[in-house]
Nanobody
Framework: QVQLEESGGGLVQPGGSLRLSCAAS????????MGWYRQAPGKQRELVAD???????NYADSAKGRFTISRDNAKNTVYLQMNSLKPEDTAVYYC??????????????WGQGTQVTVSS
């Protein structure tokens, strides 16, 4: 069974920083990408950033210039460094991994979420 273990969320003041980590384990076979999504109260889940195994990166416009995504492919771990945090960054952040099984079947898995709260 695939598991995604997230850590690093918490309470921070505006302008502060947090670093999220997500380690994937289990029958992943061939990972295409890992990334971070977030969901604020009353809003739909949205992409924050993702990164492919080959290193291609996508950021949400709201994250550009403030957040940095990185990964350790050998450890199947993805990180999100969040700087200059704003109250509107407050949300539950979810780790995501997608790829192909050994039978060529696409898969997608989600972490349980970690709370990020930005407040003075």
């Amino acid at each position: 069974q695939v598991q995604l273990e997230e850590s690093g969320g918490g309470l921070v003041q505006p302008g502060g920083s947090l670093r999220l980590s997500c380690a994937a384990s289990g029958s992943l076979f061939s990972i295409n990408a890992m990334g971070w999504y977030r969901q604020a109260p009353g809003k739909q889940r949205e992409l924050v950033a993702d990164i492919t195994t080959g290193g291609r990166i996508n950021y949400a416009d709201s994250a550009k210039g403030r957040f940095t995504i990185s990964r350790d492919n050998a450890k199947n771990t993805v990180y999100l460094q969040m700087n200059s945090l704003k109250p509107e960054d407050t949300a539950v952040y979810y780790c995501n991994v997608d790829g192909l099984s050994r039978w060529g079947r696409p898969y997608e898995y989600w972490g349980q979420g970690t709370q990020v709260t930005v407040s003075s």
